[in-house]
């Protein structure tokens, strides 16, 4: 099994939508290998590899060897970050929202 070791910003790893699917993939399964990652791709072996290595290097993916291949699991402790960051401006949509319905209250009457 990989050490986790995040090099990579988890923001910058998250930003393609093509890492966030992985992401998505992997939550829905425990484990899978490359191959069947790849297959819900259109795109080659080596560029899937790379997105995963980008995730790995944030910290969101394990991997580990079972004979020749390579299977990948999420860690999703380091969406944490996100989950805190968006967690913090979701106060500012309540107050606007909260707002509008003033708003709406006011022009009803």
Known sequence: MSEINPLRDVYDAIA?????????LLAEAEELPLHE???QFQMGRTAVSKHL????EAGLVVDRKVGR????RLNATPLREVQDW????????STN?????????????
Not at 16 to 24: A, E, F, G, S, W
Not at 86 to 93: E, G, I, K, L, P
Request: glycine letters at 0%; charged letters at 35%.
């Open 69 to 72: 291949e390579t299977r990948y």
């Open 86 to 93: 968006v967690a913090f401006y979701s106060r500012f949509w």
């Open 37 to 39: 990652l790849t297959a």
């Open 97 to 109: 929202m909260m707002r509008l319905v003033q708003l709406l209250e006011e022009e009803e009457e």
């Open 16 to 24: 393609d939508p093509t890492r966030r699917q992985l992401i998505r």
């Open 53 to 56: 290595t980008i995730l790995k």
